[in-house]
């Protein structure tokens, strides 16, 4: 096939969004489309003024030998409102109440389109954070963990409830769950983290924080240390002191009122907490 | 902004990549890029060539008011056994080996670039399948189930082995796990399906088919139908008659040798059944 610009651009995109944080040597492009280093860089250049444009994300030129290109998907902040805006409308059905005042977010959670936007708004926020790793606690929060996870490049690490012999050696710990005050337990395989690692933690609903100080007391087992921690819902129903201070959310939930059938969301503090 | 053609072909590229299996009209490209609609056309057919020729997929073009054009993601046959080449080649280290000859698969199922080839692979095998949703067993199935759904553009559906307060009503079933002949429970929310879906089911890993059985159960309380069964590995150490006749796999475990340290693994039926 003999490459036209037209047709490099287009393949080349493909290229870039499918390897996202990934250090790609410009002879890469050149080899593969038969071309001079010199219509590699105009092309990337064409590349990275429209992604740049459009807030899909910056392309970073890494000179010398060892050099290349990189892309690191960004979310404008006109984007990123259309998002939580999009969530908060789908959140807000008041047919999603149900019995104690617990809202129904399992389909939000299994909509794949929903859940690749999402992890791109988190990939955003945590772009320059050195992330090494995203931790969750199985079954909710393994989506919004791959989603952030695909658009930053790094492993998955789901903690469990129980050990199960597919797991191998295990690490485990108790841990007081914040609004129930029980003792629980988490559990996670020894193989799945190298201590040093930094970690960022994430999970669908936050109230007290329990469930992410649980992590965090599992990362200090492997040496690992907390990079930020992201939440889809945080509760603004908090009685005692919150446990975790500083972390992303996207949407606050004020008020669920079971009689009238009201539920009450507010933006999170995702454009707060400096920058973006 | 006043766009030129090369402009327009990466951003119409990165939005349909991240649009597939959706009808997108072309006035949406005709009003974002300020363009007559024959310049659209002329710009699509590029995109569709380009992805034609590297096997990135196919664009379909819906002719009248009512049309559009679709991005349909699928996998050339190079694309695919390298897919699966670098998975068995992971899958194939001894140091994965577990106790009682099971294989250490976590760190794969936790790698988002793995999940995203394999999620593709899936979903080209299914792309004229006209499936509803993707089901899958808590915990592992997830990230499969939702890499295939993301490029399918369908809903994941969880089963889940326990009842929770914040799935609201639920049906659950008795079946027989068809290793171990006990009795298991899988349980789902009333909410996360309508009668009339044809359902894709998917998980990690198959033996006799026991869960994936049990899954055809649970569909049939729902009146919805299986439209395929799309597993990650499958295993040859099948004493009794598989359960499951119907599936595609990517990989089949021939031999584990616990005191030899050695995993046989071989291509699964993948490129067998028919077409692809």
Redesign the interface.
Known sequence: ?KWK???R???M??YL??HPHTLIPLTHFSSAYDAAKSSISEDLA??K???E??G?GRLITVPGAAGGVKYIPDAGSKEAHEIIRDFMDALSDPGRL???G??????LL????L??RIGRLFAARYKDSEIDAIMTV???G??IA??I??HL??????V?RDSK????STVSINYVSGSSRRIQTMVL?K??MQSGQRVLLTDDFMKVGGTMNGMKNLLAEFDCEPAGVAVLVESEDVQEERLVEDYVSLLRLREVNEKERTIELVEGNYFREGGN
């Not at 617990?102 to 389909?107: A, E, I, K, P, V």
């Not at 012999?165 to 191998?168: A, K, L, N, P, S």
Request: hydrophobic content about 40%; proline content about 7%.
């Open positions: 096939m610009r037209s047709e651009l287009v393949d995109t493909q969004l499918a064409i590349v003024g429209t992604f444009e459009q899909t149900l019995p104690g617990y809202l129904f977010m399992t389909d299994g909509n794949p389109g859940m690749d199985a079954t909710k393994i989506p791959h989603a996870a695909r490049n790094v492993p998955v690490v789901v469990r012999v597919t797991e191998g395989s193989r799945s």
